[in-house]
Structures are given as C-alpha cells and as structure tokens.
C-alpha cells in the first residue's frame, strides 16, 4: 500500500511552460520533503516543510504544504531542461520514525 | 566532501552469491537508513538505525538481508544468496533526530547491484 500518491506520474513539457506536481496521502506527516533524483544518484534534498499551510520558494520551483497537512504540491514556473529528472516526495509520519516516499513523478523538460 | 558516500557504487554478481554494501554517513548525524529503488520508482524503506541499535525493519527485508552499524557510525547491509529479483539500487541516507520535525535525510549516491 502506497503512503503517497505522486501525481502526474510522467510528465513531458516544452522548454518555458509551468507545471504542477501533486503529492497525496490520507495521512498527516509532520514534515513532509521535496527531492530531485538524476538516473544513477541518490536523491538531492530540494526543500522541507513543517508547517500545514507552509509556502516555500526556491528560486522557479514554489512547495506547499497542505493545511491539514496530508498533501504537498512542487509548482515550477518557466521549466528548463535542467530541471529534467525523478521528483519525489516523502513525508514522516507524525507518529512514527519511518519516512514514506511517494510514487515519483518523472519530469522531462524539451529544449 | 562531508556527505553520505557509499561503496561500492556498482555491483554484478552471480545469482546464489553474497554482496554487501557499505554506507558511511554524514558524521555527526545519528540516524542511518537504507532504503531500496527500481527503476522509475520512489525508494522503498528496509530499516533504519539511531546510533548503533537497530530500531525498525520493514517486512521487505527478508531473512537473507542483515544490516549494522556495530559502533554507530558506518553501516553496512549483506545480502544472502542473491536473487535476481534482488537487483536495484540500494540506498543509504543520514539524518540528525535534533532537528525533528524538521527532520531530513540527505541520500548518498547509491549501490546499483545487478544479479545474473
């Protein structure tokens, strides 16, 4: 059973245009983070966000965390082909220890 | 460069033989996890570490996976007669409980194990 819904799961847009990647749980985490992962690295850290309602900016990319915090959302404004790569959520628990990660959106970004 | 680093990166072997993995985490962070990847999919959780004690294991680690961390530093995870399905890559992250809720992981580069 998936903890955390990534949607959409691919996702491929010309150089320029905006996107939306969705991620969704019934559960409440008590922080939830956003990574990039390129094909045969580990995932990079791009942000945390503790706070239901938490808005955080990071240059062209934009999260936020849900009120209830159950939900997160990665808005990438002007994608460029750098930005290509596997996004992927993972959220902690707010009553375990595990960290649960999404299902992954692939993102390719068309020069 | 002060960041997780895993050893070796990539791993052919045989179906039937033993591997194991190294992971040597960030230094002052107390929390070791491994985690498990395919292709085009998030990492799947195997257990984690606070310290030297082993404190979760998820079901997906079966009998033929061991991992420790025997002086709460680096850890390492063995795998048992191997199995093709056992091919992916195998992932080690650190994090520093103090900081919770604000907890973060910080993911090395990853084993790619591959078994014929």
């Known amino acids: 059973t998936q903890l955390l819904e990534q949607s959409p799961q691919f996702l491929s847009i010309q150089e320029g245009e905006n996107l939306t990647v969705y991620c969704n749980s019934s559960?409440?985490?008590?922080?939830l983070q956003w990574y990039r992962q390129e094909p045969g690295e580990g995932p990079v850290l791009l942000v945390t966000v503790v706070t239901g309602g938490e808005v955080k900016k990071l240059k062209r990319l934009t999260f936020q965390f849900g009120d209830a915090r159950k939900d997160s959302s990665l808005h990438i404004t002007a994608a460029q082909p750098g930005d290509t790569g596997l996004y992927l959520c993972a959220g902690l628990l707010s009553t375990g220890n595990q960290f649960y990660f999404g299902t992954g959106t692939s993102l390719t970004v068309i020069p | 460069d002060t960041g997780v680093s895993q050893d070796p990166r990539h791993k052919i072997t045989k179906r039937g033989q033993n591997v194991t993995f190294r992971c040597d985490p960030i230094?002052?962070?107390?929390?070791l996890y491994w985690y498990r990847q395919t292709l085009g999919q998030g990492p799947e959780f195997l257990t984690y570490f606070q310290n030297e004690a082993q404190l979760e294991k998820s079901r997906l680690l079966s009998d033929r996976f061991s991992a420790e961390r025997p002086k709460g530093s680096f850890s390492t995870l063995e795998i048992q007669r191997t199995e093709q399905g056992d091919s992916a890559m195998y992932l080690c992250a650190s994090s520093l409980t103090r900081l919770a809720p604000q907890e973060t992981q910080y993911f090395g580069p990853g084993t790619r194990l591959l078994v014929l």
């Open positions: 559960s409440v985490f008590s922080s």
């Open positions: 230094s002052e962070h107390n929390r």
